[in-house]
């Protein structure tokens, strides 16, 4: 997908929402669980009642994986029925991956070509020849690790090299990187001051923020220091949409969070103008 | 697996090598490609071919991924295959994962217990809480990746951050992760002088080798500096092994080559008694 086309999709939906698909049959409501494919089941449900107040979705790799085959075929599924019915719909593979450069080549072609994701989450630990080789994908979007929401982000990520923490000389470096027009970055809201600094490092680059919601992150703040004409941010929210209810009613119930959530982002995208 | 067994099986084949099984539908020999499972075949013909030279595999979870399913498929046919008839062997998902807590649950689980594997590589990004959800698990490894073998591992591990290099710090912080225990650390052979630092940090951890042969490391240089009076050392190999030959010789030139890994490394054990 083109950067164009993702705009164009937040100022048409007046949204900027991400939702996660972090599905996970221990939290899914029970009368899914006769269904042949309960992954599949639920996210197409979910997509169904939501896609209007979204323009992204983004599975957590993690959690189709530990199903083995069948989590690996529910998450196939689930990308099939995102590019067949909403092919606007911006694809998230939440999946943190990296390696070095035919390795990294592997898993671009398993995200971008295998799976048809339009974009896919990196861990920039082992630097330019390991995030290069997605960066080559045409349309495909390579979504750098910088700033995450976790305690343990610091660990390192706020330590100081050469004078500034980590995750800015994670920016500055990968700026230099070729195909870094392709980049975006992962911040935690849960630290929605640091968007200031880190706007004066990538002025541009569209953030995938995770942390709004059950991980307590403030829209509001998020936008006050993230948002930039061109809107540069997709807020994240799984869990607080996807098990808001586990009963009959949980598409609906789905809808409505993603909605209300839509209608705060109404609200900062019409302060654009 | 317990690591003594580990230590037991060294001293027993007179080896400490690591196959990587990083394989490739286009490097295979050609005649493998009408199996019903050319992948499992190829990995099966070196796995017979090579057990009794090496301790450990390492399949590249990218090169299996890169297939989708099929690819997954094979892979824990592999696993079922190694498990069945050599669960001696330490085996090895070279997956470099990482996420937050919860999602790193799901990650371990996925290798340790869907596929079995003894131990799993992790990036250290994101911290303790991203990493100490594998090392929960009782006999199973965390391998982390501290300094890598290639031409990126210059932008961000051998910075320095509180005055030390940072795959330095990640060394020293993660040794007081609760179950550090459970830790050995990927180093690049291509720096092994390196290793005589490394050593002071973590005199004891294994150390995960990569790049000895296609990438250029010698074997002695590594022993020098990283060896252990318990050897704290796996060596790995995978395309110097695997693609020796793509004739219908190439299980038996691969166990030939790997005989002369290992015949490299008994001179290297007997210097230690």
């Known amino acids: 997908m083109k950067i164009e086309d993702l705009i164009a999709q937040i100022h048409q939906k007046k949204?900027?929402?991400?939702?996660?698909?972090?599905?996970?049959?221990?939290?899914?409501?029970?009368?899914?669980?006769?269904?042949?494919?309960?992954?599949?089941?639920?996210?197409?449900?979910?997509?169904?009642?939501?896609?209007?107040?979204?323009v992204a979705y983004k599975p957590n790799i993690a959690f189709y994986e530990a199903y083995g085959l069948q989590g690996w075929r529910s998450l196939e599924r689930t990308m099939e029925y995102l590019n067949a019915n909403h092919p606007e719909i911006f694809t998230i593979a939440d999946a943190k991956r990296g390696d070095i450069g035919n390795t990294s080549t592997r898993?671009?072609?398993?995200?971008?070509?295998?799976?048809?994701?339009?974009?896919i989450t990196i861990a920039p630990y082992m630097g330019k020849d390991s995030v290069e080789p997605f960066l080559e994908?045409?349309?495909?979007?390579?979504?750098?690790?910088?700033l995450t929401s976790n305690q343990g982000a610091f660990d390192f990520q706020t330590k100081k090299v050469d004078g500034q923490e980590l995750y800015k000389e994670v920016l500055s470096v990968s700026k230099m990187y070729k195909g870094s027009e392709r980049l975006m970055y992962v911040v935690g809201a849960t630290k929605a001051t640091y968007l200031e600094d880190i706007r004066k490092i990538v002025p541009e680059n569209f953030l995938l923020v995770p942390g709004v919601g059950a991980q307590g992150g403030s829209l509001q703040?998020?936008?006050?220091?993230?948002?930039t004409k061109d809107v540069g941010?997709?807020?994240?929210?799984?869990?607080?949409?996807?098990?808001?209810?586990?009963?009959?009613?949980?598409?609906?119930?789905?809808?409505?969070?993603a909605k209300e959530i839509q209608q705060e982002m109404e609200i900062e995208l019409a302060k654009l103008k």
């Open 221 to 227: 703040e998020v936008c006050k220091y993230g948002i």
């Open 107 to 119: 898993y671009a072609k398993a995200f971008f070509e295998t799976m048809d994701f339009d974009s």
């Open 137 to 146: 994908f045409e349309d495909r979007h390579t979504i750098l690790l910088a």
């Open 15 to 54: 949204s900027f929402l991400c939702v996660g698909l972090d599905t996970d049959l221990d939290k899914i409501p029970k009368h899914l669980l006769k269904e042949d494919d309960p992954i599949f089941a639920f996210n197409k449900a979910i997509i169904d009642a939501t896609h209007a107040y979204c």
């Open 233 to 257: 941010l997709l807020v994240n929210s799984s869990r607080g949409i996807l098990y808001a209810s586990n009963e009959l009613d949980f598409a609906e119930i789905a809808a409505k969070k």
